[in-house]
């Protein structure tokens, strides 16, 4: 894990997938789970969590993989009243875990999956984060935040597996380049390898 302090004294927090991993696992609830996911393993903003509804998700037309509408997210170009849609990547395994909560609670397909307050979510992250630490003796876990999860899943894709910049932009909602730029960290040393090993040089 790497930390990499502002000037106003919080911290940036660079987890890997298999620390990243450590977060669910600490929950107890479905519920917590369910938001910490839709942050790191598909990229929503806190408050982009709170817009999502089960109607919002929907087979893909291989008919084996699921998307989810974001509906209410972050537009820095004043060009959507209500925020600016997009379509991001639902995991299967994710989408079974919502699939049931939904069941289990009885939510209505126009009811909100989360319906909590934005700080009660980032606390669910803190208090996963502190679990964890425990768990792991890792101290650097209580640094992480909720956008971390964010960052964390960015940086994933696009320095990890390689996953397109302009597939990672619109998944996240980034209108360019410059405004994913700083989710991406130095390439690990076994990424290097990993992918000029099969390079003619």
């Given at each position: 894990m790497r930390t990499e302090r502002n000037k106003d004294g919080t911290f940036n927090v660079?987890?890997?997938?298999?620390?990243?991993?450590h977060l669910p696992r600490e929950c107890s609830l479905w519920e917590h789970e369910i938001a910490i996911r839709l942050?790191?393993?598909?990229?929503?903003?806190?408050?982009?969590?709170l817009d999502v509804e089960p109607r919002h998700v929907s087979r893909m037309s291989d008919g084996t993989h699921h998307s989810l509408e974001v509906v209410g997210g972050?537009?820095?170009t004043g060009e959507h009243v209500d925020g600016k849609h997009r379509e991001t990547w639902l995991p299967v395994e994710l989408e079974r875990t919502?699939?049931?909560f939904v069941q289990h609670e009885d939510i209505d397909r126009g009811e909100p999956l989360i319906d909590r307050s934005k700080r009660t979510l980032q606390y669910w992250v803190e208090h996963?984060?502190?679990?964890?630490?425990?768990t792991t003796g890792d101290a650097d876990y209580r640094r992480v935040t909720s956008h971390d999860l964010r960052r964390c899943w960015a940086n994933h894709l696009l320095v990890e597996e390689g996953v397109s910049p302009r597939i990672v932009m619109a998944l996240g909602g980034w209108s360019s380049y410059d405004a994913i730029e700083p989710y991406l960290t130095a390439p690990t040393e076994e990424n290097i390898i990993?992918?000029?090993?099969?390079?003619?040089?």
């Open positions: 660079w987890l890997s997938r298999d620390e990243y991993q942050m790191g393993d598909c990229g929503l903003r806190v408050a982009e969590v972050k537009d820095t919502i699939n049931r996963a984060a502190d679990d964890a630490a425990e990993d992918s000029m090993t099969t390079v003619a040089l």
